[in-house]
């Protein structure tokens, strides 16, 4: 069964990034459809899978990762407005059988991603 995963480290702090606020979106063309919400726990991830089952299929979707509601609770340095707030994360499922994990590698003027496993 396939499913969707994430989780957030925070590379400034060398910490997993936790109670960081992630929205999950469904995209079709322009068509952006909103499927829910989660908050990373403690350890930077999320208690169960984003998206699995049947509700997990075939498609392009985006993750918005609130990173600035996040940062602003770590104190950590901006100007305002802050270089990094909402960061989108587009990607397409090929195979809704697979397990997708999408992280985000974060800091206050910098991100990266990759698919993980």
Do not use: K, W
């Amino acid at each position: 069964m396939g499913r969707l995963t994430t989780h957030v480290l925070d590379t400034s702090r060398g910490r997993p990034g936790s109670e960081l606020r992630i929205e999950i979106f469904r995209l079709d063309g322009e068509a952006r459809t909103r499927l829910g919400e989660v908050t990373t726990n403690d350890d930077g991830r999320c208690d169960a899978p984003i998206l699995e089952g049947e509700a997990f299929t075939t498609g392009e979707y985006e993750l918005l990762f609130h990173a600035g509601e996040y940062l602003d609770r770590q104190d950590a340095p901006s100007d305002r407005p802050r270089f990094l707030d909402r960061i989108p994360l587009r990607f397409g499922v090929a195979d809704a059988d697979q397990h997708y994990h999408v992280p985000l590698l974060l800091s206050a003027f910098a991100y990266s991603t990759y698919r993980g496993s």
